[in-house]
């Protein structure tokens, strides 16, 4: 604790000198080093608190400024060691600022009342007429925004989670803010009831106001030129840059949002990217990029998803206004100039091409194409299964995950193949079966709600969906067996039995954390009854299901495998272990041979198309491959095939280590 004490006569005197003033000095207190040498026109008012200035801050362009005051006015303000602060246009009111600081070129920073910077917003996601309002805070997580905007019919939940919020914000609120060590703020316009963090950088923002930059020494806050943020928290190790404006939004940790990107009543998770489009009453989970000018996001949950150029949705049909939302589940992209009519919902990791119109629900047909072809919406099921695209997809997210806080406030599953998916597909697979049962094998089109699916699409569908459910299941029973001598089969049977019963029934995908819905269930019972009721606590129980999941893929996995392949729990013996095994690497190598042939697509002729501007097909050719490389030497065609040879060695492995059981 820093001990403050009184100027002496010698040092108010010098302080008058340096042209400084004060309505009393009496209320001016100084740390014990405390020297005169390097405050000059600065004026006093209320309670101030100085430090020491000592040290130099060395400046881009290798200038170098001491710490100091120089032309500042400060009423109610304290300052810790080393800080330098000078021209600020106005004045700073009401504010603790942390050792090592640099303020210059500022118009205003000050606190005025009481406020809780930013925590206890009102954010109006998803539906803009209100009714699915999230509050936020610095702690807020995906899972939590998820519950508090969808779990509208259990509204004695929402009420105690608005509550623990609320105790929260008012618990953080106070009429003094506060800046951090190691700050810097420049050329920047009007600072209104913010709290900043440590070794944040704000460098020419026009206006923040009513809100928290929550930055750390590990995960630095930068906020840049021509930024307008107005009731908002920002999370550890963003950037919001360039223009961007913000109003009633959340940023969560590692997220970027730059190139005049603006955004009303939206919530950004981990990792999402906004720039030059626009965003309205959206809830951004993990992963959520637009790049484009033209691209519009209203009205909808995402996640693990990228936005074509021109990409935009309607919610509403000119009657009641705009209250319809609309989901595209993990994964899903849309190319450009594609166009969604809310209310709709598309299956994980889907395509959206063309516009669509009729209100589909894709939700237990994942991983498929859905095409317009003259103002109808065409199903393809499971196609995406099969594209170099999906699989890269799921090859880069863990690689681009910014986040370098120790404290992460999301937790994300990157699995591409989990029960969440797997369960969908398997529903999918009966949905695809009795369509064809029902309308006949030999029909041309099949209609699924308001989509058409062609034949060849639906037989092809319920194959890519089984290949699937071959792959997730043996890849679950090989990891269970993984390393164990077994001398018998009952030694399999009693390895094969599940830790746990936690995992069967649904999962869900909670933004980003894929769990069990019992778990789910769970802990909003503990909400509403009261026995969860701090938000770290909320938080922590995530953390346990994230965890855990592996633990409960197995209980869901080893349910499955018996209904899929018709085991009796009992009587599973090492042949059926090898069956399984055999169907799984042919699923495997299956789906890898299909990404393979999408690839090399990519090294077709028409391919080559703009290339070798002014020559021969083989000036084409060379020109290609000085920019793209040749096919046999990509990253990704050598990390598929030696995906094939490892897999390939992985079952082989498995089988020989049982097979005298058999």
Known sequence: MRTYRLLTEDETFRLKSQSCLADDWTNVLVSENFETDYVYHTRFSGIVKLGSFEGEFILAGGIRKHAGLRHVTLHNVTIGDSCCIENIQNYIANYEIGDHTFIENVDIILVDGRTTFGNGVEVAVLNETGGREVLINDKLSAHQAYILALYRHRPELINRMKAITDFYSNKHASDVGSIGSNVMIVNTGSIKNLRVGDFCHIEGACRLENGSVNSNKEAPVHVGYGVICEDFIISSGSRVDDGA?????????????????????????????????????????????????????????FSFMNAGSGSNQSNHMYKLGPIHQGTLERGAKTTSDSYILWPARVGAFSLV???????????????????????????????????????????????????????????????????????????GREILKELKRVSGETSEIYSFQSAKIKNSSLNSGIRYYEIAIHKFLGNSIIKRLEGINFQNCGEIRARLKPDTEIGKGEWVDVSGLIVPKSEVDNLL??????????????????????????????????????????????????????????????????????????????????????????????????????????????????????????????????????????
């Open 245 to 301: 404006m913000l109003a009633r939004c959340f940023v969560g940790q590692a997220c970027q949002l730059g190139h005049n990107y603006s955004a009303s009543d939206s919530l950004f998770f981990s990792n999402c990217q906004g720039e030059n489009g626009e965003a309205c009453a959206i809830f951004a989970g993990p992963f959520t990029v637009t790049h484009h000018k033209s691209t519009l996001l209203i009205a909808g949950m």
């Open 525 to 662: 019972d503990g909400i509403e009854n009261g026995s969860i009721n701090r938000l770290k606590d909320i938080n922590a129980n995530f953390a346990v299901m994230h965890q855990n999941y592996y633990t409960y893929e197995w209980t869901w996995a080893y349910n499955k495998i018996q209904e899929f392949y018709g085991l009796n729990p009992d009587e599973i013996t090492a042949m059926d272990i090898i069956r399984i095994v055999n169907m799984w690497k042919e699923a495997v190598i299956g789906l890898d041979k299909m990404a393979y042939a999408d690839a090399k697509k990519e090294f077709s002729l028409s391919a080559m198309t703009g290339f070798g501007a002014d020559g021969s097909r083989e000036e084409m050719q060379q020109d290609f491959e000085q920019v793209r490389g040749d096919f046999e030497s990509n990253p990704f065609v050598t990390a598929v095939l030696k995906h094939i040879d490892e897999k390939s060695v992985l079952g082989d492995e498995l089988i020989n280590r049982i097979g005298q059981l058999a």
């Open 353 to 427: 091409m063309g516009r669509h119109v009729n209100h589909a629900d894709t939700s237990n047909l994942p991983f498929s194409y859905l095409i317009e072809q003259g103002n109808t919406t065409y199903l393809v099921p499971g196609v995406n299964l099969r594209s170099v695209g999906t699989i890269r997809d799921a090859q880069k997210w863990p690689k681009r995950d910014k986040r370098k806080d120790p404290n992460m406030l999301d937790y994300i599953n990157y699995n591409l193949l989990s029960p969440y998916t797997i369960q969908k597909m398997f529903k």
